[in-house]
């Protein structure tokens, strides 16, 4: 049976040609390929192609692929019940009687095929299904020899201790999203008694766009799931705020001037990083009315780097220069010889826009009722191309006190970054006129 190649040798140039699916020539029980290229197949034979045998273990890629995209036919639950009936049965494993060296060649296939489940996708063992017949799996494997019974323990203490990890979390999410207060509450009293900015905290745009980073590869360490995947997009909101908050904070001009090309420095930095996610969420709060409308601060400022940085992000083109950008961060980490050059942190909305639009734009199933699998090859491509970029490890160390005030210091809303902005540069017109003395009466309760 044809092997899975890697992923280098999955795409070519080609694309996808409907005349190899009527060739019967490639077929190979139930699976079609085209140039050792697996294609399609139906979910069955899908299914029994990721279950190792004597002779066979599948290809690490297929593995990932098939597990990441398996979930939109079945839940994980269901796969693991079929994986564990097709290892019981097809290969005797519950029959006393069957061969011993057969079941010591098979034993390390089926222990190695679940150890890369339960470390690729720990969330799916949070459903005690899957963990009952794991455990019941792993259970008849490490009845044979002592060997097996360490690497069982092994494979189910790592994975309890992910899940630990990843339930730690989620509580210090949940723990930042109930701290983090509208600054507004402070301000109702005495509107400049909030004498700390970022500057205070962090004078040096560099170390900023580090810290940024450190919150960004911690930030997507461990995404799960539309939970974590909101919590992510939260944070480059509060980002966005943030910005939007120190730059409409301050009373005097130059001190907000000030506050732009600081954040300037810290986008540009963030850009020579590779950080591209914190560098969108600057450029957007820098972007936004409030702040935009300042044309007496904005004058005071240089905006040449800022011009080149949003050049750079230019929505155009379907995000043609940050695309680019983008491939030439990502081969740069191929070619790396420090944690640093490894870095890459996509604009995560785009990421995520970019998978869900592959995902609704190609079937699932072609017309023969087979499982589209050049599409999960794709897919899997884009996924597997960003978990191997979370892999890096921060090169730069932790400042508790920077980090501490990016995620928790109280951020203005949209009505109190336009009360300051109107406080900062007198309303131009009449409608913004009737919003200041809307919002001074039901903010401050000022008329």
């Known amino acids: 049976m044809p092997q899975t190649p890697p992923f280098s040798a999955m795409f070519d140039s080609s694309g996808y040609n409907r005349n190899l ?10 699976l079609y390929y085209h140039d050792n290229n697996l294609l399609s197949g139906s979910l069955e034979a899908l299914i029994q192609h990721l279950v190792p045998n004597v002779d066979y273990y599948p290809d690490r890629t297929y593995i990932f692929t098939f597990l990441l995209s398996s979930r939109l036919f079945m839940h994980p639950y269901e796969l693991m019940a079929k994986v564990c009936h097709l290892c019981v049965e097809h290969q005797r494993l519950s029959d006393p009687n069957s061969d011993k060296n057969q079941i010591r060649k098979i034993a390390p296939k089926i222990l190695q095929l679940l150890t890369e489940w339960t470390e690729t996708f720990p969330y799916d063992f949070r459903d005690e299904r899957m963990m009952r017949n794991l455990k019941d799996l792993a259970h008849r494997i490490a009845s044979g020899e002592e060997t ?46 909030i004498q700390r900015d970022i500057i205070t905290v962090c004078s040096d745009p560099y170390t900023l766009a ?25 944070w480059f909101n509060r980002l966005s705020y943030l910005v939007a908050t120190e730059i409409c904070m301050p009373v ?15 986008a540009r930095e963030c850009f020579n990083i590779g950080n591209f996610n914190s560098l969108m969420a600057i450029i957007s709060g820098m972007n936004m009315s409030p702040v935009s ?38 081969q740069r980490s191929l070619t790396a010889h420090s944690s640093r050059e490894k870095i890459v942190i996509p604009f995560f909305s785009l990421l995520i826009k970019d998978i869900y639009f592959l995902n609704e734009g190609c079937a699932n199933r072609l017309p023969n009722g087979h499982v589209n699998f050049e599409k999960f090859w794709e897919l899997a491509k884009q996924v597997n191309e960003f978990m ?27 009505d109190a970054l336009y009360l300051a902005s109107y406080e900062s540069e007198g309303p131009e ?4 006129k009737d919003r200041w003395k809307s919002l001074r009466s039901s903010l401050l309760g000022r008329v």
């Open 21 to 30: 699916y009527q060739s019967a020539d490639d077929s190979c029980g139930g």
């Open 148 to 193: 097996y019974r360490k690497n069982v323990q092994q494979m189910m203490q790592c994975l309890i201790r992910k899940l630990a990890a990843l339930s730690q979390y989620e509580e210090v999410l949940a723990k930042i999203s109930s701290t983090s207060t509208d600054r507004l509450t402070v301000l109702k009293t005495k509107p400049q008694s």
């Open 210 to 234: 580090q810290q940024l980073t450190n919150v960004e590869l911690s930030c997507y360490s461990e995404r799960k799931k539309t939970r974590n995947l909101e919590a992510y997009v939260e």
């Open 252 to 266: 005097k001009k130059k001190h907000r001037a000030r506050m732009i090309e600081y954040f300037i420095d810290v």
């Open 293 to 330: 409308r300042l044309k007496k601060t904005w004058a005071k400022v240089k905006t040449a780097k800022f011009d080149v940085l949003e050049h750079q992000m230019d929505p155009s083109s379907n995000f043609y220069n940050y695309r680019t950008a983008l491939r030439g961060a990502a």
């Open 388 to 414: 191997t970029w979370k892999q890096v490890e921060c090169p730069f160390e932790r400042d508790r006190k920077i980090l501490q005030y990016l995620l928790t210091v109280p951020v203005f809303s949209e």
């Open 429 to 432: 017109n009449h409608i913004e």
